[in-house]
């Protein structure tokens, strides 16, 4: 049994200016706004695994993985600028089919991780990281799952919600 990573990156500053511009709805908790498919929603997101577990093209908003019955798989979310401007975490999930991954919905994680990163100086510094994931396992197989992932973007200015968002892409789950 493997552990799957998902780095999903969202551009916070696009969906911050669309949102401001009208051009995009800024969704709600209950009810986010769909991103698209493919090309439309590879504007705002890109996602990437561990090479051995990308069936297509990654770095794209669709992407598809391999996995066997028993993975954990673990998605992590940031913007582009490193969530300096804005925020964005994972807060909802769905699968289809729904029973393929448990638990339905995800566990979401916060945990604080202590890194060492070079300051001014050059001289490694301690600092506490905060780390939100969501995780799920792998339980049907010798399927295709296509999941919605939702989240939240938030301006870090000033606190307030920007919007609610999801897009879907696809686990494909080996035979065993």
Do not use: C
């Not at 991103?35 to 996602?47: H, P, Q």
């Not at 993985?65 to 940031?78: L, P, Q, V």
């Not at 925020?87 to 995800?106: E, G, H, K």
């Amino acid at each position: 049994m493997e552990l799957i990573n998902i780095l999903v990156t969202v551009d916070g500053a696009k969906l911050a200016e669309q949102v401001s511009d009208s051009k995009i709805a800024a969704g709600t908790k209950n009810a986010p706004t769909g991103l698209g498919a493919w090309s439309t929603s590879d504007v705002y997101i890109a996602m990437i695994s561990q090479y051995s577990n990308v069936v297509n093209d990654g770095g794209k908003s669709e992407l598809t993985i391999s996995a066997n019955s028993g993975d954990s798989i673990r998605w992590a979310m940031t913007t582009f600028g490193n969530n300096a401007d804005y925020s964005a975490f994972l807060y909802a999930s769905s699968f289809n089919p729904s029973d393929a991954i448990v638990p339905n919905p995800l566990t979401y994680i916060n945990s604080q991780i202590e890194e060492h990163l070079p300051n001014n100086s050059g001289t490694l510094t301690p600092f506490t990281n905060n780390i939100y994931i969501a995780q799920g396992t792998v339980v049907k197989v010798g399927l295709q799952v296509q999941y919605t992932l939702s989240f939240q973007l938030v301006d870090n200015s000033n606190g307030s919600t920007i919007g609610y968002f999801s897009w879907d892409p696809f686990i494909q789950v080996n035979q065993g």
